[in-house]
């Protein structure tokens, strides 16, 4: 609902797209796309995908039809020769890209590219991979990473406005590691004790903040926004090298 309702979460992407420097293109690793293997979109016009159901139908209407870059997709390709990277020329662009990026470029008037999760890989795995998109910062590529730190719907109370004790431990927890630099003991994020086991419940929410930090450079400042956790969900955001 953060696309269409008028909240401090929506407006602070807003504001983030006005900051930025326009970019030339984006690539997205969503939440919502898990794969076996690793897959990158490569269509020209990306279709807006509705992949949720039990809202409002307002949300349903939302189109955003912001072109898809073939040529960032074959670039993609390129950077990681190992594995494979496929090319998927019908894969349109799901909620956890329209979602954040519609408030931040309203006008969908920038190449949007999304690369995929292969979900039975480990964090370490994931972060490995995304070092090799390294080169992407210097060609005018925004890399957006659209996730939640803390993420489990099964303890999600919708009218429960203050955290679980839990939950907000570990948002603050990895919260201080991304401001420390220390990747290495987020990467095994399994690992990490009785309160990681409820923020993730399973993997997919997580793992994209990781193809984010691995794009930090050492003189890179980190910036965080939408430090807030509701109910069993953190909203929590952090800007890398801008």
């Given at each position: 609902m953060n696309a269409i309702e008028?909240?401090?979460?929506?407006?602070?992407?807003?504001?983030?797209?006005?900051?930025?420097?326009?970019?030339?293109?984006?690539?997205?690793?969503?939440?919502?796309?898990?794969?076996q293997g690793v897959y990158v979109s490569s269509t020209e016009k990306p279709e807006t995908i509705h992949d949720f159901h039990g809202f409002p139908r307002a949300l349903f209407d939302v189109?955003?039809?912001?072109?898809?870059?073939?040529?960032?997709a074959h670039r993609v390709a390129e950077l990681i020769?190992?594995?494979?990277?496929?090319?998927?020329?019908?894969?349109g662009l799901d909620h956890g890209a329209w979602g954040v990026l519609r408030p931040m470029y309203p006008e969908a008037d920038i190449?949007?590219?999304?690369?995929?999760?292969?979900?039975?890989?480990?964090?370490?795995?994931?972060?490995?991979?995304?070092?090799?998109?390294?080169?992407?910062?210097?060609?005018?590529?925004?890399?957006?990473?659209?996730?939640?730190?803390v993420h489990n719907l099964r303890h999600w109370k919708q009218n429960q406005a203050d955290p679980y004790d839990w939950a907000q431990r570990f948002d603050e927890?990895?919260?201080?590691?991304?401001a420390e630099g220390h990747h290495e003991g987020m990467l095994g994020y399994e690992t990490l004790g009785p309160d990681a086991l409820l923020a993730i419940p399973t993997p997919e929410h997580y793992l994209p903040l990781l193809y984010i930090l691995?794009?930090?450079?050492?003189?890179?400042?980190?910036?965080?926004?939408?430090?807030?956790?509701?109910?069993?969900?953190s909203m929590r955001s952090v800007l890398i090298g801008a």
């Open positions: 008028d909240n401090a979460w929506r407006r602070s992407w807003q504001a983030l797209g006005q900051r930025l420097p326009r970019p030339k293109a984006i690539l997205c690793i969503s939440a919502h796309w898990e794969t189109r955003y039809p912001a072109p898809g870059s073939p040529a960032l020769p190992q594995p494979r990277v496929h090319l998927d020329s019908h894969r190449p949007v590219v999304q690369l995929s999760l292969s979900s039975l890989q480990p964090g370490a795995w994931h972060y490995d991979l995304a070092r090799q998109l390294a080169p992407l910062r210097d060609e005018g590529v925004l890399v957006v990473g659209s996730g939640n730190i927890d990895i919260a201080d590691r991304i691995a794009l930090q450079r050492q003189d890179d400042a980190v910036e965080f926004f939408n430090d807030s956790v509701a109910s069993s969900i």
